[in-house]
């Protein structure tokens, strides 16, 4: 690939245009909205000049509702050889490519992985994609030609490629993105009305399960609207867990100490359930096997006492993936984590109760 | 306050422990678990003797449903001559310390409002209360100098203190914690059986909803049954806005075009309450005021730029609360987040743009 135009440079166009001008791609950009183009072109993103001819690939990063049309657009204007977009719903823009009268042989629909905590070309970064899943959804008129240039799209852009079908792609985002969009919008709409007392005395809990309620209203209606269908039928599993949740609570006001005792343990197993379902969720590292253990261990803050610590646990067979150390200034010790595969856990804990180190059970987080 | 008892080394526990004794109290520790009491000594949290004669606090961080058994137990003792706890329901261990024999008048609820990604003696940290919020729930029994020692407690910890009723707090930590605790459980249990393909295409956004489901189900049981009322009253609230996104969602499927747009309209509405809602819940600088506006501005990488960028807002009157600096090795560009106070926003974004910095509004998380 030796050119590229982007269209829409937000943060994931900007990102992206950063990322291949990195990789010597010569990148043209493209946006209704000047300031947000002007400012990618300042960002060294690639240049506003209108493309001199014919590019190699062209990457729509609009919302998905435009992805139709835009594409009609550019192929009849013959602006690229191929084309892909970096929308987060992928069946609707691939039947509206038709009835726009779009060529799907020269179309890969693709989905990056990746957010910031920021949208804009400011928060672009090159290594935004960097280890990230990135979703292509070749359909059967799709040439080999135009699938590979979306392969080679991702990886220089550093991310993993994922072929899925449409259908699965969207039930798939509708279960792990959009569904708990909707329903952290519900949780952080009660907040409105809410007596600021009550408010205030929240914490990193409710920060964390209603960040993404703070995404632009009505970028989320079209994405929700286009994946309505797979959206909905996961919020109706959501609606009959929840009435169970509020049966077995009110169950806690009966007389019945045997009706109490039910409650709380059919309580603690749907607790259980969101335990397990919770530990599948992929790690920031997103490289990192589920089959790994974290084991935290405390490490004082003398010399060499980390080089000690491996000392203890190494030379044995035992594989240790990765170490993250946490360390507070105002206290003298360390807290390192190791990551140690499955199989490998309960010696690696026995060494290190010989050894003298304190470790801990992976805690749940409270 | 010279001497204190703390039962419970969890995480909360001994962070208030190390948070003492860094203070020059003298602290004793106990619990049930001779691991965790063993680690909080080595951690340097006090000492696991048994205490020389009555102290002047005991702090009891044991899960609620044990609160109102120990109180009267450590009562009857003659442990301290004031008692409190970190429990993070208020309600039932104050009706259970009546219950047990226990005795109002020296005892004053507490809740410090903090947590760390992980429990247990080896996470906790001596800063860990610092400028959280920590509330007080004195009943009318409770003495003055009961609540007073509350309130050296939470200073000496550096804590924030918040006065509330019983019945406030069960109903802010229901709205803010605990049924947002059963929902991101809720939203976790479906990934339980869900193809790993499908969560392998997963972002931040699931990881940060479903954080809190990560929570031990035992303890969370607990909690959510101590206030199972309050919990059921938001859940029923829930309730009814889930089944009407379904019903705008499902609306889509309809032939009549207006019908489509009145739904899209009506989702839009619910997600711009969530919007609204999302935008009142404290900032992780807890203590800034929500009248700050965050300012992101593009600073190149040279020498003296951030001198320049402050030399170029400053001097005219306008207030910069805070500065952010996020800055990515691989790039030639550091994003700077100016905090400024509502009312100078525009002369500061005048003033970026007279001198030529980019710098953009404050982006919705996407």
Known sequence: MRSALVVGTGLIGTSIALALTRRGVTVYLEDRDTTAVRTAQALGAGSMEPPPGRLDLAVLAVPPVHIGAVLAQCQQKGMAHVYTDAASVKAQPHQEIRAAGGDPATYVGGHPLAGAERSGPLAARADLFEGRPWVLTPSPQTERSALNLGLELVSLCGGVPVLMETAAHDQAVALTSHAPHLVASMMAARLEGARSEYIRVSGQGL????????????????????????????????????????????????????????????????????????????????????????????????????????????????????????????????????????????????????????????????
């Open 207 to 366: 920060r964390d399960v209603t960040r993404i309620a703070g995404g632009d209203p009505a970028l989320w209606s079209d994405i929700l609207t286009a994946n309505a269908e797979a959206v909905a039928d996961i919020l109706d599993e959501y609606a009959v867990d929840l009435d169970r949740m509020i049966t077995v609570l009110r169950a806690q006001r009966s007389g019945e100490e045997q009706v109490r005792k039910q409650a709380y343990a059919d309580l603690e197993e749907m607790l259980s359930r969101g335990h397990r379902g919770h530990a599948r969720v992929p790690d920031k590292r997103s490289s990192l096997p589920t089959e790994f253990v974290a084991v935290p261990v405390a490490v004082p803050d003398q010399p060499g006492a980390l080089a000690r610590l491996f000392a203890s646990v190494s030379g044995v067979g035992v594989n240790i993936e990765d170490v993250r150390i946490e360390h507070s200034l105002d206290q003298p010790r360390g807290l390192v984590e190791l990551l140690v595969d499955a199989a490998s856990v309960t010696t690696v804990r026995r060494l290190l109760d010989e050894q003298g180190w304190a470790w801990q059970e992976e805690a749940p987080l409270v």
